[in-house]
């Protein structure tokens, strides 16, 4: 599964700071986690493009990041009431907020709320 491209140009620029994060503590520096980001960026997206070394980084990094990110779930990642997993296109809107839910768990939180 290639990984969505919006937000892999996300992750190489504003939300770079995600990247950094998983990095940390690593023995990898952020700058090449980065720069695989990029350079799979530049082609569009096909990791099959990328070399070993480059797609072992890939897998260990950037893929958590990008393709099946858990739900927290409405109280907990148990209460989840989706699949489990956030949508693709949902993944910017909850780097930037934090809140890391699957549109389903979004909707209930929200009934919830009024
Ligand atoms: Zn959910």
Not at 53 to 61: D, G, I, L, M
Not at 64 to 92: F, H, K, M, W, Y
């Amino acid at each position: 599964m290639e990984p969505d491209l919006n937000l892999l140009e996300y992750l190489t620029g504003k939300g770079v700071h995600h990247i950094e994060e998983v990095v940390r503590g690593a023995q990898h520096l952020p700058r090449t986690v980065v720069g695989v980001a990029t350079h799979l960026l530049d082609m569009d997206g096909n990791v099959d493009l990328l070399t070993a070394k480059q797609q072992v980084t890939y897998e260990k990094f950037l893929k958590p990041l990008l393709i099946d990110v858990p739900c927290q779930g409405v109280s907990g990642p148990e209460s989840c009431r989706g699949n489990g997993l956030i949508e693709t296109e949902a993944l910017i809107a909850c780097y930037n907020s934090g809140e890391f839910r699957c549109r389903a768990c979004r909707a209930a939180l929200s009934a919830q709320g009024d």
